[in-house]
């Protein structure tokens, strides 16, 4: 079985990956950690890819498949995966396509955390940083004990630059441009399930593990 869990910048993808992973017994596979993993054992991809990010230019879709491929082939992936973070383009979705095809497979669903813009902006404009352990802190949601101190070590929080307004914008106008036109692709594909992520995290997971085939829930077994 193979999930793709699509949302924008600030929907809990990461936290919701994990209740799905532990769920289900699917490999998480996420783009960032492949990449990484690729370029620290040195693999020929790795190097490869290492060039253009170094260049701080996109690394080429055949380049990320044939990553994506040798991570589908390792025995841990024979029940399938939770793709996160790929694809990310409609080229990227027909590559997937046509690799999963060699194998006899196919994206059985593709689950988007549908989170509204403005909740976005106030997801990630509120998140402050310790500087010195990285613990995150939200000044609506988890606000710390001391306003703008760590509880920890009293630190004072910053905020990450991925956290202010005009970053936060981009990645919402970079998510739109790539991503809405591959939420189009699977929902007329008919594998797209939305799942209103602008509610508690433990209502988004109840609908995200109910939405999936039932097959999905007994233990890993597809």
């Known amino acids: ?6 949302g924008p910048p600030g929907a809990g993808k990461g936290t919701q990956a994990g209740q799905i992973v532990a769920a289900t017994g699917l490999v998480h596979v996420a783009t960032g950690d492949m990449f990484r993993e690729n370029v620290r054992g040195g693999t ?4 490869l890819a290492k060039q253009f990010m170094d ?5 080429p879709d055949e380049v990320t498949i044939g990553m994506l491929r040798e991570r589908m082939d390792r025995p841990d ?5 939770l ?8 080229q990227q979705a027909h590559a997937l396509d046509a690799a999963l095809a060699e194998r006899d497979q196919l994206v059985d669903i593709v689950l988007l955390i549908d989170v509204p813009a403005d909740a976005v902006r106030a997801r990630l404009g ?24 760590c509880d920890k070590d009293g630190a004072e929080l910053i905020q990450r630059d991925d956290d202010q307004p005009a970053a936060i914008d981009r990645r919402l106008i970079a998510y739109e441009e790539q991503t809405l036109p591959l939420i189009a692709f699977y929902d007329q594909a008919g594998t797209l399930v939305r799942i209103d992520g602008a509610r508690a995290l433990n209502d988004v997971t109840t609908d995200l593990l109910a939405a999936l085939p039932g097959p999905a829930l007994a233990g890993g077994n597809h």
């Open 44 to 47: 020929e991809l790795g190097l």
């Open 1 to 6: 079985m193979h999930v793709i869990l699509l």
């Open 83 to 90: 793709l996160d973070g790929f694809p990310r383009t409609v």
């Open 55 to 59: 260049r701080g230019e996109l690394v």
């Open 77 to 81: 992936a024979a029940a399938g995966a």
């Open 126 to 149: 509120g998140r402050w940083t310790c500087p010195n352990d990285g613990a995150v802190y939200h000044q609506t949601n988890n606000p710390p004990q001391v306003a703008g101190h």
